[in-house]
């Protein structure tokens, strides 16, 4: 190997490297604007803004089984939900698992989802952003665009514009 091979061979490393860096760089400064405008929700969060309250919202695909994006769901203040989505109705269970994720169950009917749904929730004003594990990374969602459903507290003036449907 020659010593100019060696020295074009650095310089695309380099180069390659320089590039890497650059858009890992404006990418982290993207996810850091971004971020700025949401707020990861804890714990104490999800109990002050649930319990007893009624969340309506949209999922960011349309819902097969319901032929509909929205949904509305009530938190009773025992753990209990009464869920709506389209002419589906079911009740179902919520609690919070560790301290960031809120989790439902629907032990009780076939066509909800059998397991349990964990989400991570973020706000942006008024408006509450659910992401679920294929969404997020050590750090927060991937991106905070691709959320898995979307929400506003039932009387509380908020709304998350624009609709999806």
Request: with cysteine.
């Amino acid at each position: 190997m020659t010593m100019r091979t060696t020295i074009y061979g650095s310089f695309i490393v380099t180069l390659s490297l320089g590039s890497f860096t650059s858009a890992l760089a404006q990418n982290n400064s993207q996810n850091k604007e971004s971020n700025d405008a949401y707020r990861q929700l804890g714990r104490q969060d999800y109990e002050k803004f649930l319990s007893g309250k009624t969340i309506k919202g949209e999922y960011r695909f349309m819902r097969e089984r319901s032929k509909t994006f929205r949904f509305e769901e009530h938190h009773n203040t025992d753990g209990t939900t009464d869920y709506k989505e389209g002419s589906i109705r079911s009740k179902g269970l919520w609690f919070i698992l560790g301290e960031h994720k809120i989790c439902y169950k629907y032990p009780n009917d076939s066509e909800m989802f059998a397991g349990t749904s964990c989400f991570w929730v973020y706000k942006a004003d008024k408006c509450y952003y659910g992401y679920n594990l294929g969404a997020m990374t050590l750090r927060g969602p991937r991106n905070f665009s691709n959320w898995g459903a979307r929400w506003i507290i039932k009387g509380d003036g908020g709304s998350c514009a624009p609709s999806l449907s």
